[in-house]
């Protein structure tokens, strides 16, 4: 059957299929404005960028937000001006619009992500756990320059993807990619070190209270303000690094459970290949 | 040209990624090239997301001391909405990747070949 069609047929095929699904991609090119006309001022967007969610909802509440003829967004929300260093107590004090909708306006789906990341990490070590488990022997044996250089550069890192997190509310970055920093200083430890093995209770016992954390932070907005994962604390100045409430805590927990689970990934992916 | 550029270069480009990637599912029958080729429509499409978003003269949606967001009221900015569903995205395809790869490991082990057509044959 398939195994006698030549090669050659099998290819045109393929890219026959390709060019079909490219073909429909430009009929959406045909549909779709050009991108000096794509305007954020039609959107949902918007009032995130404005930070004035809140009154949208309540002009949605009423009923003069959207009309039959399904004009949009109305334009003529009131606006008050966001000042960088100056403006304070705004609706949400993030001076990184994206942190903004992904931790506070769309939290829960942040939730969601880290369980999806948590799922994967564990199919991961419940796929590559049991067997019993050799630490693979390197061939050339990582010299001192390898060694010293990965532990010193190690804590650099781990200073860094700790300063990515912190700071998610204000520049670009956040907990997933401060996390990735931090398991990434954990594989040069891999490479510098023969045998290197991280302390796998400490890893587990970080990933747990992490994920705790960001559901305790969100059942304290539960039951101290209207919603779950709501803000609960002062939103500050905008561009301070004390502002935007709680989005730094949940960054915290986020960047400290996705460094434990990424090394805890690596450390399972690291198997033995039976090479001598 | 510049304008043909600005307009479209993204666009093309996360449509050829996506043909790659697809090219590469469709001709390989090695399960590693395999979830290469997933990682790289995973890309494309990422990108094409954030692409329709974005129009040359738009600025990052960051507030900082010199980027006003928000000017005569017109918001100038780059669409975040969609890059910060991208950020979930890329979250979830690593995650999907590192699944996939270790099952890889499995099948590797088992099989002794990574091969789809020579495990399908050493099954019977």
């Known amino acids: ?276 | 040209m510049v304008d043909f550029l600005q307009n479209w270069v993204y666009l093309t480009g996360a449509m050829a990624l996506v043909g790659i990637g697809l090219y590469i599912v469709l001709t390989n029958t090695n399960i590693f090239r395999i979830i290469v080729g997933l990682n790289i429509i995973d890309s494309g499409t990422n990108l094409f997301i954030v692409t329709i978003a974005w129009h040359p003269k738009s600025v990052m949606p960051i507030y900082t001391a010199t980027n006003n967001l928000v000017v005569n009221g017109h918001v100038i900015s780059a669409d975040p909405l969609p890059q910060s569903l991208v950020l979930t995205a890329i979250v979830i395809g690593l995650g999907t990747t590192a699944l996939a790869l270790a099952i890889a490991v499995k099948i590797y082990q088992k099989y002794g070949t990574l091969d789809v057509r020579k495990i399908k044959e050493g099954d019977r």
């Open chain 1, 1 to 276: 059957m398939m195994s006698d069609t030549p090669e050659m047929v099998k290819k045109v095929f393929a890219i026959f299929v390709v060019g079909i699904l490219i073909i429909g991609f430009f009929m959406v090119f045909t549909q779709m404005p050009k991108g000096n006309e794509v305007n954020v001022n039609n959107t949902v967007s918007r009032f995130y960028v404005m930070k004035d969610v809140d009154h949208a909802t309540q002009m949605l509440d009423k009923g003069t937000y959207f009309n039959k003829d399904m004009v949009p967004l109305r334009n003529d929300v009131p606006y008050t001006p966001i000042t960088f260093g100056k403006s304070s107590n705004l609706e949400d004090g993030a001076a990184n619009v994206v942190t903004s909708i992904v931790v506070d306006y769309r939290g829960f789906d942040t939730l969601g992500e880290v369980t999806v990341l948590f799922l994967a990490a564990s199919g991961v070590m419940l796929v590559l756990h049991g067997e019993k488990r050799k630490i693979p022997k390197k061939k050339i044996a990582p010299s001192e320059i390898m060694y010293v250089g990965t532990r010193i550069a190690f804590a650099v890192i781990f200073l860094f993807g700790i300063y990515v997190f912190i700071h998610g509310h204000l520049t670009p970055g956040g907990g997933f990619p401060g996390g990735a920093i931090i398991a990434s200083g954990i594989l040069g430890l891999f490479l510098g070190r023969q045998g290197y093995s991280p302390n796998k209770a400490g890893l587990t016992v970080f990933e747990s209270l992490s994920g705790m954390a960001y559901v305790i932070i969100g059942i304290i907005g539960l039951v101290g303000e209207k919603s779950f994962l709501a803000n609960f604390l002062p939103t500050g100045t905008i561009g301070d690094l004390f502002s935007a409430g709680f989005i730094a805590l949940i960054y915290i927990a986020i960047g400290m459970k996705v460094g434990s689970e990424l090394s805890a990934v690596t450390n399972a992916m690291i198997v033995d290949t039976e090479e001598d």
